[in-house]
Nanobody
Framework: QVQLVESGGGAVQAGGSLRLSCAAS????????VAWFRQAPGKEREFVAS????????RYGDSVQGRFTISRDSAKNTMYLQMNSLKPEDTALYYC????????????????WGQGTQVTVSS
């Protein structure tokens, strides 16, 4: 059973940066793709970014395009989310997830999720 564990969240002022990590443990990890989602209180889970594991094709949500960068290190079974120019509206619980099929921007495509890491951006 694969487990995903996020780290790197925290509190930062607007304009600052954070780097989230998500480490996979358990049996051999070789998904088709991985992604970051986020969820703010009272809101639906929102697609942030995805990357295919083998080829590295990326996709970003409109609200983070140009500010966030997703990457992965297959040798370490770890994925990352570099977040720059953070805004208060980026405040949310950030989740990493892995999928083997389906569109990368849909939460329903993902069958393995981490527990989430909180990001808080103050103005």
């Amino acid at each position: 059973q694969v487990q995903l564990v996020e780290s790197g969240g925290g509190a930062v002022q607007a304009g600052g940066s954070l780097r989230l990590s998500c480490a996979a443990s358990g049996r051999s990890f070789s998904p088709f793709g991985v992604a970051w989602f986020r969820q703010a209180p009272g809101k639906e889970r929102e697609f942030v970014a995805s990357i295919t594991w083998r080829v590295g094709t990326t996709r970003y949500g409109d609200s983070v395009q140009g500010r966030f960068t997703i990457s992965r290190d297959s040798a370490k079974n770890t994925m990352y989310l570099q977040m720059n120019s953070l805004k208060p509206e980026d405040t949310a619980l950030y989740y990493c997830a892995a999928r083997n099929s389906g569109p990368g921007y849909l939460p329903t495509s993902y069958d393995t999720w981490g527990q989430g890491t909180q990001v808080t951006v103050s103005s």
